[in-house]
């Protein structure tokens, strides 16, 4: 039922939001591998998410990068701890 997938989804930004609480940078690699998020899914909740102030992006580029590759950390915000 289309309700249980926005609720699921819902369900995995508020983990996302918890365990980001310690409010320290972390690698989308970090966050997909402890929370078990398929890595597109993570990216389109970490957009949402920015887009509503609970957190901030940092993207590198590959080739704004010393070591060739991109990189995306995020961090929660003060808005996001309140939440």
Wanted: hydrophobic share 35%; charged share 35%.
């Amino acid at each position: 039922m289309l309700t249980d997938e926005f609720l699921k989804a819902d369900e995995t930004k508020f983990k996302i939001i918890e365990y980001l609480k310690d409010e320290k940078w972390h690698s989308y690699y970090d966050v997909q591998k402890t929370l078990g998020i398929n890595y597109n899914a993570l990216k389109q909740h970490m957009k949402f998410l920015e887009k509503i102030e609970l957190v901030e992006l940092s993207v590198i580029k590959a080739d704004e990068s010393s070591t060739g590759k991109g990189s995306y950390k995020v961090k929660i915000t003060q808005k996001g701890i309140g939440l």
